[in-house]
């Protein structure tokens, strides 16, 4: 898992791993910042999506959301976050690196985690949040250290010295 602040700093992350990758974007709060006025909405995001298929190591880029439809024209799936599926994703097969980006660990890290792909953990501040996504925030927070940290040790066995 990687927190970050910016779409630019997942480009970073994608600049620094060798391969191309698919980039899986949550819109809402990620693509485009909460409060987006509904008639900007699917402009901002499109530019978004745009900004990152710009980019050379950036095969593809599938945009999700949990909520309303919002003239999204190029969103792949609606709803079903974190149970998506690679198939339903068009990702079946798909061998290179995978990235989703997401500002809630409670979906959009649940799904990088049963798809085995790298969690982009998109962290904002923003005081205006709605409680239920303030809430969501919180409960994700726990979720990170049980399921996102690596174990200090892998193996059963004691310590060296320790007999």
Request: glycine share 10%; net charge neutral.
């Amino acid at each position: 898992m990687y927190p970050v602040r910016s779409l630019a700093d997942v480009l970073g992350l994608v600049e620094a791993i060798a391969g191309e990758k698919v980039i899986i974007c949550d819109i809402d709060n990620t693509l485009a910042p909460q409060g987006a006025p509904l008639d900007e909405f699917g402009t901002i995001v499109n530019a978004a999506i745009d900004r990152l298929e710009e980019h050379p190591k950036v095969a593809r880029v599938i945009p999700l959301s949990n909520g309303p439809d919002r003239d999204v024209s190029r969103m792949v799936s609606r709803g079903n976050k974190p149970w998506t599926t690679r198939t339903r994703l068009g990702l079946r097969g798909s061998r290179g690196p995978i990235f989703v980006v997401g500002d809630q660990v409670l979906t959009d890290g649940l799904l990088a985690w049963r798809l085995g792909a790298t969690f982009c953990h998109l962290v904002i501040d923003d005081e205006a949040e709605a409680p239920r996504q303030a809430a969501m925030r919180r409960l994700g927070r726990h979720l990170v250290g049980v399921v996102f940290q690596p174990m200090a040790r892998t193996d059963l066995s004691p310590p060296p010295g320790s007999q």
